[in-house]
């Protein structure tokens, strides 16, 4: 008796639907035909697709090295001299990490906005809308933080040379936003500062106009010297009690009104706001500077009281130009500086794709593919030789066409 009538002898012993490991083999050995042809087939367009339609993309890569957080010395310095708006002004970013604000920066629309107009993207990536621009950007483009902090930018392209081009300016655009944003503690306080003495600037030029005015009107030029020794007095200590208001308020945001130092800031704001009262009411003690400002004559009231704000805006000036120089020399004498440490050059090598691995992958996918396929249809054949199955599938045709009756 041969090997092929023994099989079906020694099958015909066992379940029917218990699938054996040589069976397995024998049946990709019947369909090894179909399995090759499949594979060779789909070797060749793979190989097609990635030699022919796929077009080379090259990654050019910048590293950045973002600043330090720190207390510099010179903030510190500024603080101490002028506490309450140092405090208003002085908060730190709170940032787990001091990468992320940059990583935040250069994903931003503005950073996009400005790569677009400088490389013509509208035009290079053949879209209409700029928001189509951005995405395509943002899509070559992967910015990572690596375990020592420092920032990883690459940016991938068709051209080689573009992609080096592209990813250096991404460092230009980002060290020119960031010469005009506050990112740093300093920068904050340079601010903040610069706006403060730009409205006590112009608050000062109205006041002094409006003294000039008063002046023309009353004929009054010069007060006597116990007059304007009040007036400079207590505008010195309208100053020194809008400084200790911003510093209480300030302060009562993160303070409870136990604070110690909430607490002695309220006293020195009480007690300047009474030796304030005594100056304009007078005391009565006759003292060099008790002026009460009932007892000044009529025709100078007005002068005295538009003096007198000259006076407050001169000595709040001072104050915050003060704090303002500080603050541009604690942002110059700073180590906000970011930098970059390696910079783009032209890729020698293609960045994608990897032909070799496309077709390898792809010759898998068919191999495992043609498998599946001889194995189910081998099922098929098997399971339509059973009167159930067959009954099963006639009924579900049956169904499946309408022919309900």
Not at 149 to 158: K, P, T, W, Y
Not at 201 to 210: I, N, T, V
Request: with cysteine; proline share 4%; hydrophobic share 45%.
């Amino acid at each position: 008796m041969g090997i092929a009538e023994q099989i079906p002898e020694i099958a015909h012993g066992r379940d029917e639907h218990e699938v054996q490991f040589p069976e397995l083999l024998i049946v990709l050995a019947r369909h090894k035909s179909f399995i090759l042809k499949f594979v060779f087939i789909v070797m060749v367009l793979s190989a097609i697709v990635a030699w022919g339609l796929l077009h080379p993309r090259y990654t050019a890569e910048i590293k950045i090295m973002p600043p330090q957080q720190g207390q510099s010395i010179s903030s510190a310095a500024a603080a101490s001299q002028l506490g309450p708006l140092a405090a208003l002004a002085g908060s730190s970013l709170g940032l787990r990490n001091p990468s992320d604000l940059y990583i935040g920066i250069l994903r931003s629309d503005t950073i996009a906005d400005a790569m677009i107009d400088r490389f013509s993207l509208i035009n290079a990536y053949k879209t209409k809308y700029r928001v189509d621009a951005r995405r395509q950007l943002r899509g070559s483009t992967e910015i990572i933080t690596q375990k020592d902090g420092i920032i990883s930018l690459s940016f991938e392209d068709r051209d080689p040379h573009r992609a080096a081009e592209m990813a250096n300016s991404y460092f230009e655009e980002l060290e020119k936003l960031t010469k005009n944003l506050a990112v740093s503690e300093a920068g904050q306080r340079r601010i903040f500062y610069e706006r403060e003495v730009r409205l006590a600037s112009d608050e000062l030029a109205a006041a002094e106009l409006a003294l000039k005015q008063t002046q023309e009107k009353t004929g009054v030029f010069l007060l006597d010297t116990q007059a304007r020794a009040a007036v400079e007095s207590l505008a010195s200590l309208r100053a020194t009690a809008a400084g200790l208001e911003i510093q209480i308020q300030s302060m009562r945001a993160f303070a409870t009104p136990e604070n110690p130092e909430l607490v002695r800031a309220e006293q020195e704001l009480a007690a300047t706001r009474s030796q304030m009262a005594r100056m304009e009411k007078g005391s009565g003690q006759g003292g060099p500077l008790d002026l009460p400002v009932e007892h000044v004559p009529t025709a100078a009231l007005e002068y005295l009281r538009k003096l007198r704000e000259v006076k407050y805006r001169e000595a709040l000036y001072q104050l915050v130009a003060r704090q303002y120089e500080a603050a541009r020399i604690d942002e110059g004498k700073s180590n906000y500086v970011i930098q970059q440490l390696d910079k783009a050059s032209v890729p020698e090598k293609k960045s994608w794709p990897h032909r070799s691995i496309i077709v390898l992958v792809s010759m898998l996918l068919a191999l495992f593919v043609s498998c599946a396929w001889v194995f189910f249809r081998e099922s098929l054949e098997r399971a339509k030789e059973n009167p159930q199955f067959r009954a099963r599938l006639q009924l579900f045709q049956f169904y499946l066409l309408g022919r309900r009756h």
